[in-house]
Every structure is written in C-alpha cells, then in structure tokens.
C-alpha cells in the first residue's frame, strides 16, 4: 500500500489564500484595463510625461475654452485613418475634454461628399479649401488652419530643422477669431528698413488673440479695416505722401506702435517726428547707457528697464515686466499742456543711466524714459506708443524673458483697442537637452544599476524563498 503524504493544513491555508489573492489582483487588472480602454476615460486621466507638456493645454488656453459660449467644430477634410496616433488628433481631444464639448472634431472625405465644402463652409469657394484642409468653424465663420502652421524651424543655417511644435497656438488662435465678433487687423509697416524676421513669437501670439496681420505700404491710403499700424525699427524716414497717409488715418482714430531702435547715422527722421510731435512726444537720436548693475545684463547696454504705473503695466502681472532691451535710444515727453492730449511713461532707467547724443556727442545724465504712451483725444481717439528699442520683441530676445516681450506689445494692443483679454501660448519647444552627469555620479550610477539593485532583487526573491519553505 502506497502511503499519502499528510497535506499540512497549514500550508493549504496559506496556498489558498495566495491563489484567491492572486485571482482578485488578476481581476482588478483586468477590469482596470478595460475601464482605461473606454476612449471617455482614457483621454481624461492619460499622462502627459513628454517635457515640455506637448500633448496637453496651457492654461490660457483652458481659461479660454472655460468662457466658450458658442460651439465649434474642427473640420478635417480627410479620412480619420490619417490621423490615428497623430499629434494633431491627440490635442484635438484635449480641446474637446477641457472645453466640456463645445469644441468637437469631424472628419468628412471630400472624395465621397465632393460638394461637402461649398454646401457647409465655402459657398463662394474662395478661401482655397481642398482635400486634407483643417477648417475651424463656428456658425458662419470658418478659418483654414495649416500644418505647416504648426511646426517652428530654425532657419539660422542651411540645414532646416524643426525646432518647436505649435498646434495649441495654431487651434486656440483658430477658435477665438472664428467665436468673436470683430477681429481688428494690425499693419506692419514696410518700406522703410524694417526688421521682418525673427518676429515669429510676436506675430504668432498677437494673431492668437483674435487680430490679423497683414503688411502696408503707406505710398498708399491706409486701408479701412486698419486698426492698428505697427512699426517695428524703420530705418529711413517717412516720404512726405506717406505722412500724409499716415496723419490721415490717425486723425480718424487709427493708432500706431513705434520701435524705434539706435541709428548708424547722426541723420533726424523730422518726418516721424512730426508724428510724435503731435502727440507731445519725442524721440531723441542717442544711445542710453545703464549704470546701475541691478538694471543692465553683463553690459551697459543690455538694460532693464523699470516699468512705470500706466494703462499698459496695469495689465500685466509682475512676473511679466521684466525684459532685456539692447542697445536703447531714449524717448521724452514734451511738458506742453494740452487738455485734449494724455501722455503716460511706459518705463525708464535708473537714475545712474547716462546718454550719448549721436548728434552732438553731448553725454547727459539719467533717469530717461524708454517708452512713453499718449493718447490724442480729438475727434476721434487715436493712441501711440513709442519705445526706443526693438530688439526686446525678438524672438531671441524674448526666450530670456518667458515672451514678456510679447506681453508688453499684446497688453498695449489691447489699451488701444479697450479690450482686457489675452492668451499667451509660446511654442513648445523640440529639443533635448543631455543630461550632463559628473564623474562622482556615473561611478555612482555604475555601482547602483550594475549591482546594487541586482543584489537587491536577488536578496529579496531569495527571503521569499525561504519564508515559504517554512510554511
């Protein structure tokens, strides 16, 4: 007769307990993962852990889509099967989740509905709308959104790159210009010298905030939809047609943004004085040199300017006033009183500043305004600002100073069109930075992952070895 071994009550116990905890982890796993699989709950707790948050909202844009009050539909002119795992189509969801479903996404293939865009978007068929377009709608307004849009590259040597993703830029942009009534239309003004590139930063944060940018040669009138024209470091003067045309539109209320930056040349510009003139403001040709070290950056003409109270600074929070303005000219506010003119100082230097005329050579002493605003109260209201120096709205500029370049220009934007809100929402940038670890922290590394963790893992599979031979 064979002899059973006597099964240890005990050790049956503990086995079955460990199987029924083994069946309710299974379990939970289980109807864990089929519980994230819902698209509902998978798109609302997913985990962004890309560095610069590539795949989630900012928070102006969340505050943005909080006060939505119409519905809009993203419009994709393709088939979804093109977009599947797409950058695009995953922030398109977040624009969905945080906006509480007002703002939704459609495809729709032209190819089957070839009448599709002229019934529902483009009766006239004029906004060059075709198969693979993005189209941003809300009611009667649309807006064509480009991919190449959405990508930033650096153009600085013959090899082009990307260097910085802005989809969020490109959508939230979209969505407030197709949800507002009006979109007023900024000018830069050509024809002059003016600087053209590396305004990428500028140009896109101010069309996101619901105006269009176009260019403008004054040779001609000003045209009516105008609201704002936008001088950024002109080199030459005003021709005297194009004071004309200028004076003519500000007299009807238009208003203008000065940069104005440090000539190469002791040569006046009286025409753009005249300008200034009139709003009891001057622009004088010399250089600012800072000498207190709390308020310039490594050299005496990288200064940081101290802004002042006004109807601009008033808008923006402290964190955004400081910028680094090189190579400065200073401006001045002519002490005529005129009832019907308001003058207000934007920001200055220190009392230790000094400046060099390139006229005369002559050095004075500060404290000198950087920038000053006035508002001319006739028979219709016309605002300008002028600041000596463009280079604070640089695209390179600005990355040292979290685009409060931008900030400065939006919020002034926003005084001469009495409007109180802003979205800021910087490019995303690319690049990876190597993580640089010292020689004391490699060997440190080299012990724990070589090891240290695989001793651990050992030392511990081998205590569970052995408390369950005890069992």
């Not at 989630?56 to 119409?70: F, H, Q, R």
């Not at 941003?136 to 153009?155: A, H, L, R, T």
């Not at 053209?196 to 040779?219: C, D, G, M, R, V």
């Not at 002028?386 to 370049?405: E, K, P, R």
Request: net charge negative.
């Amino acid at each position: 007769m064979i002899k059973m071994k006597k099964i240890n009550s005990r050790s049956l116990k503990y086995g079955s307990y460990a199987f029924a905890s083994f069946a309710v982890v299974i379990a939970i796993i289980i109807i864990f993962n089929a519980i994230l699989g819902l698209d509902a709950i998978r798109d609302r707790i997913r985990f962004d852990i890309t560095k610069n948050q590539l795949f989630s909202l900012s928070e102006p844009s969340i505050t943005m889509l909080n006060g939505l009050d119409k519905e809009v539909e993203v419009i994709i002119l393709t088939e979804e099967k093109y977009y599947q795992g797409s950058e695009i189509l995953e922030v398109l969801k977040q624009y969905e989740i945080k906006s509480n479903g007002k703002v939704t996404t459609r495809f729709v293939d032209v190819e089957k509905d070839p009448t599709f865009v002229e019934r529902e978007i483009d009766p006239n068929q004029v906004k060059g709308i075709s198969e693979g377009s993005i189209v941003v709608k809300s009611g009667k307004n649309s807006k064509v959104v480009s991919q190449n849009d959405m990508i930033e590259y650096d153009y600085s040597t013959y090899t082009t790159y990307p260097v910085g993703i802005k989809i969020e830029q490109v959508f939230s942009s979209a969505i407030k210009s197709v949800t507002s009534d009006y979109t007023p239309v900024i000018y830069f003004a050509t024809g002059h010298g003016e600087v053209t590139t590396n305004l990428f930063e500028l140009k896109s944060t101010i069309t996101a905030n619901n105006y269009e940018i176009e260019e403008l040669s004054l040779s001609n009138p000003v045209p009516e939809d105008a609201a704002t024209i936008f001088f950024v470091s002109p080199k030459t003067d005003l021709l005297a047609k194009e004071l004309e045309n200028l004076l003519a539109f500000m007299e009807k209320g238009g208003d203008a943004i000065f940069l104005m930056d440090v000539q190469n040349t002791a040569e006046e510009m009286p025409n753009f004085d005249t300008v200034f003139e009139r709003y009891s403001l001057a622009l004088n040709n010399d250089l600012v040199l800072e000498g207190d070290q709390n308020w310039y950056l490594n050299e005496f003409t990288v200064i940081i300017p101290q802004p002042n109270e006004n109807d601009v600074t008033m808008n923006l929070d402290p964190g955004s006033l400081f910028v680094y303005m090189p190579n400065c000219r200073s401006v001045s506010i002519k002490q005529v009183a005129k009832d019907w003119i308001e003058t207000q100082p934007l920001f200055m230097t220190s009392d230790k500043a000094q400046s060099t005329s390139l006229v005369t050579g002559e050095i004075a002493l500060g404290p000198f305004l950087l920038g000053a605003l006035s508002e001319y109260q006739g028979t219709s209201s016309s605002k300008i600002a002028l600041i000596g120096n463009a280079n604070f709205i640089s695209d390179g500029w600005m990355q040292n100073t979290n685009y409060n370049g931008a900030r400065y220009i939006l919020t002034t934007l926003n005084w001469m069109q009495d409007k109180a809100d802003t979205i800021i929402v910087p490019s995303k940038s690319l690049m990876s930075e190597p993580i640089n670890l010292s020689e004391s922290t490699k060997f440190i590394a080299f012990i724990a992952l070589s090891f240290l963790l695989p001793m651990a893992i050992i030392g511990f599979g081998v205590f569970v070895w052995i408390r369950r031979k005890h069992l």
